[in-house]
């Protein structure tokens, strides 16, 4: 049976050139090692490095490599210098991911600092600007937290207003880039950031490597002590056979940007569907900006994990709403975050209880959807008949 991978934003397949830049640094030395081994393996780590600040428009020193997404999350929760002075407020948009949510929970936990703040989202599921400009009545230095792109609905936040406000307030902007880098075109300098989360494994790269990036100047106090590596902010063995495949992927993911956006016609035309299938379909963050690649779709009378076990069934890879963590699936945050004004809870989570989440990536085909669209017309039916029993 022929299978139909919908779901990039889960993992994106590793491309046979990054398989290659993997294998290349399975071979490499300790870069910390004085000897040659050691040197070669720095040379083409410190490589990497430029390649991927580049691509990013930040310099080379501002690139903390870390095992992924989830920790150079962490670590950005853990800044705690800003223009203003010494951060003693943190402000996080209500639909960021769980790295960021949770971190920033346990450091309120900790009692590390007087405030964590949720700051609300508009029914399209961007920031709540207005909401923001309240916040920051309050001079405190703060650091505030907004993802460049969510990860179940692929809403864009707007990064560059938002750090506009900051820049005045003297507090540090720290935004998870995990989804968009690869996605689309991130110039650090431009979007006014002081930190970004990217991870290779988003955009074509491995598992288990991704980096940190900081604005020049920022100081960052390391979560893993050790060696001194990464400057000190991050101690441990760098990962050299990862890192070579983050650069190889970010480097082929920003070549194909243009195709990427490209996407967005497979995405545009699987909606219509969906609605001409079934239309009270609600197709989450439609009203926003966002990314072309992904579609969040709920139905009232269906269940998202009944839904992802039968299209796996069929051949087909998609993620039920939130993207689960070993295997359980709970009810978005992020579709709860949306909540349309005059809506009750309930509504919500009814659609929110039967969401969906396709992905498309660089080797999905203009009618891999097609076969979603038959299975789900087909549940949904089902459901409607249920109903009427
Ligand atoms: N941030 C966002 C927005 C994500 O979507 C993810 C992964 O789903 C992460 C952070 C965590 O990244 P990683 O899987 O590399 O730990």
Same mark, same amino acid.
């Given at each position: ?35 040659? %081994? ?25 690139? $903390? ?22 951060? &003693?407020? $943190? ?52 650091? =505030?937290? =907004? ?36 996605? $689309? ?27 940190? $990036? ?5 100081? =960052? ?16 063995? %760098? ?16 070549? %194909? ?73 709970? &009810? ?17 989570? %009814? ?39």
């Amino acid at each position: 049976m022929s299978r139909y991978y919908l779901d990039y934003n889960a993992t994106a397949p590793v491309r046979p050139q990054v398989a290659a830049a993997v294998t290349s640094g399975l071979h490499a030395g300790n870069p910390s090692s004085v000897h040659d %081994e050691g040197r070669r393996a720095r040379a083409v780590m410190d490589d990497a490095r430029r390649r991927l600040a580049r691509l990013f428009n930040a310099r080379p020193e501002g690139v $903390i490599f870390t095992s992924g997404g989830t920790e150079a999350c962490n670590l950005a929760l853990h800044l705690r210098a800003a223009p203003a002075g010494p951060v &003693r407020r $943190i402000l996080i948009g209500k639909t960021e991911h769980a790295a960021v949510l949770k971190a920033a929970q346990a450091i309120g936990i900790q009692n590390e600092l007087p405030a964590v703040q949720v700051l609300p989202v508009h029914p399209d599921g961007t920031l709540d600007m207005a909401a923001l400009e309240v916040a920051l009545q309050d001079a405190t230095p703060t650091l =505030v937290c =907004v993802m460049l792109a969510n990860n179940e609905t692929g809403v864009l936040h707007p990064v560059a207003d938002i750090a506009a406000k900051l820049r005045a307030h003297g507090s540090v902007l720290f935004c998870d880039a995990v989804q968009a880098a690869g996605k $689309i075109a991130i110039d650090m300098q431009a979007l006014g950031c002081d930190a970004i989360s990217v991870s290779a494994h988003k955009l074509g790269g491995p598992m288990g490597v991704g980096a940190l $990036i900081v604005r020049n100047g920022l100081v =960052v106090s390391p979560l893993l002590l050790g060696g001194g590596q990464e400057l000190g902010r991050r101690g441990g063995s %760098e990962n050299i056979a990862g890192i070579l495949g983050f650069a190889a992927a970010a480097e082929m993911a920003h070549q %194909e940007l243009v195709d990427f956006a490209g996407l967005g016609a497979w995405r545009d035309a699987m909606e219509a569907a969906l609605k001409e299938s079934q239309p009270q379909v609600e197709i989450f963050g439609a009203q926003a900006p966002r990314l072309a690649n992904t579609s969040c779709f709920g139905l009232a009378g269906l269940n998202s994990e009944t839904l992802v076990m039968a299209l796996d069934l069929a051949g087909i890879a998609v993620s039920a709403g939130a993207a689960c963590s070993s295997g359980k699936v709970s &009810r978005s945050h992020v579709l709860a975050a949306m909540q349309t004004r005059g809506q009750t809870e309930g509504q919500v989570g %009814e659609n929110a209880d039967g969401a969906l989440r396709v992905s498309f990536g660089w080797q999905s085909q203009a009618d891999d959807w097609h076969r979603l669209i038959e299975i789900w017309s087909d549940l949904a039916a089902k459901a409607d008949q249920l109903a009427a029993e």
